[in-house]
């Protein structure tokens, strides 16, 4: 086993490596444009913050609103660090990611009694509330106009390399977190943390403690999605509240259900469609909402438990067939079929479904 | 003997109605009781309270601990009595069922495992070693119950009497030394049945357990168990073997009716 986890982590950092190494290329040698490179930098934020909202509420089966919330106290407090303090960038970041997590701590103690809906809602005023609070804290924040002249990440001068230097960033940020909820998840910690979605009452009786794994999921996921504000505010080098509204809330739950609640590789996908998307959906002006909206009511009916529902995709996996000489044109096609079939097939999955008191 | 579990006069109110009152019970180890009496009598909630998910609104409960004496679990939360040694299974099935059957075994270790988070995070060789070991005892486990062919498939994919057996592996990968059977024949066919009574014996030897069981299948309950309590409207209308309850005339009045003459 020992060994065996070496190896995981070897070929998924060499994966991991690779890719990077791709796309710095391609934005290098201009077929990935700036205004596209700077796409890519934008996904990887977002794919940090729906990843926290993914532990929340995919894994934990806590539904969150107010995930925006979180990014914000993660963006001032960085901000604020950075231009009062000077404090250095990345310390700055990690160091608002831990406030956020303080703040999550605080919130989470009377809320998480809640269940569903009622989590949900006081999730929802709490990022309210912290929307106001950053309006009215005006000496600290700013207030509605916001903070100006954040420190962006190191700039040579240049667009391009520019745009690498960002996405290298972003990137280690989002494949470091990435692999400790991962590696969290296949732990006993994390198990028992699926185990709190699947059925409270059954946990409970496993003798896992329900509320102290709610807390603790509660409070990473706030850690995340603070450490993805930091990254945003030094990117745009500008925020003010209303960057982190409820309809930001809802974009990343957006992204969660898109790529699968409880799928790590789902949201990393989703998240890159979800930027894209987005964007590309301008051409049509005003008509972009609406068509947008009807991608995700189509969606949904096909898919209702997301791109790849709660299935991963290991890259691990991946280069252990490549290398075992596992992979001839026709084991792809016949891969990519049995995808196809499990996409099509989906089955709805209500996963915020209210657990009932035994003997119901 | 030495007393497992002892409840002394626990009640329960849910608005105005008493769903229990006054239930004493006393478990000496290794014993096999059968909790019975008709719909509604309050045996579920009896086990809801054993087991920390109802609180008691008056009266103890103790069990044993390691060192000899008894512990007062009466206000105990659910995870904290599992911990203190009782198991339960479910009578409406209650497995983790978009897990596959292996991980709903190790979830059961979960008490055991002395790891943190941040040794599975960094996966520390605590977490090598312990991970290991959990996986071994579950397959070992899971290979009693003839389910080791099964073990990847999802919960929800096993058939029904499988899904029984897999709650009573995961309950007793829990450690216990009281194990809480609620029906669990329900919805089996007699040879089924005939079959979990021999597992049921068989695990009460394997793994020294107490069991208490309830079950309306009175082929099993007169079958295996040494003692009976007939609960009726949350009260105990009588106690004894199973031939002394055959026979009582308060548990045939409470079964088949009869006119108040």
Known sequence: MRKNILTNFVYNLSIAVLIFVILALLIFSGIIDEYNGNLLVLSGIYLIVALSLNLITGFTGQ??????????????????????????????????????????????????????????ITTLGFGEI?????????????????????????????????????????????????AIVSNLLKSSPGRAIISVREDEIASSSMGVDIFYYKMFSFVLSAIIAGIGGGLYASYMGYINPDLFGFLNSVNYLVIVVLGGLGSLTGTVFSSVIFVYLQEWLRIFGDFRLVIFGLILIISMLFWPSGLMGTSEYSPSG?????????????????????????IISNKSRNIFKHNGGEGR | MSVVLEANNISIMFGGLKAVSNFSIK???????????????????VFNMLT??????????????????????????????????????????????????????????HSSVRYSAFDGIIRSSKYVEEEEKILVQSRNILSIFNLSNKQN????????????????????????????????AAGMNPQETHELMNLIAYIRKEFNLTILLIEHDMSLVM??????????????????????????????????????E
């Open chain 2, 153 to 184: 498939e999802l919960a929800k994919n096993l058939p029904y009497g499988e899904q029984r057996k897999l709650e009573i592996v995961r309950a007793l990968a829990t450690n216990p030394k009281l194990l809480l059977l609620d029906e669990p």
């Open chain 2, 223 to 260: 079958g295996i168990c040494e003692r009976i309590i007939v609960l009726d409207y949350g009260q105990i209308i009588a106690e004894g073997t199973p031939s002394q309850i055959s026979s009582n005339p308060k548990v045939i009045k409470a079964y088949l009716g009869g006119g108040d």
């Open chain 1, 63 to 120: 539904l969150s609103l107010g995930q925006a919330g979180f990014m914000s106290i993660g963006a001032y407090s960085s901000a604020i660090l950075m231009l009062n303090f000077k404090f250095p960038l990345i310390l700055a970041v990690i160091f608002g990611g831990l406030i956020t997590g303080f703040v999550g701590l605080i919130i989470g103690f009377p809320t998480l009694r809640l269940k569903g809906d009622y989590l949900a």
């Open chain 2, 27 to 45: 478990l000496e180890a290794g014993e096999l009781v059968g909790l019975i009496g008709p719909n509604g009598a309050g045996k579920t909630t």
């Open chain 1, 130 to 178: 912290i929307r106001v609070a950053m309006i009215n804290l005006s000496k600290l924040t700013g207030g509605a106009a916001g903070l100006k002249n954040i420190p962006k990440f190191p700039s040579s001068g240049d667009y391009i390399l520019d745009v690498i230097i960002n996405l290298t960033y972003i990137y280690v940020f989002a494949i470091i977190i990435l």
């Open chain 2, 52 to 109: 920390g998910i109802y609180n008691p609104s008056c009266g103890k409960i103790f069990i044993s601990s390691s060192n000899g004496g008894m512990i007062d679990i009466t206000s105990y939360k659910p995870h904290k009595i599992t911990q203190s040694g009782i198991a339960r299974t479910f009578q409406n099935i209650r497995l983790f069922k978009d897990l596959t059957v292996l991980d709903n075994v190790r979830i059961a270790f």
């Open chain 1, 318 to 342: 991946f280069v252990k067939k490549l290398i075992k000489g596992q992979f001839t044109i026709e084991s792809i096609l016949s891969k990519a079929k049995q995808l196809l079939k499990k």
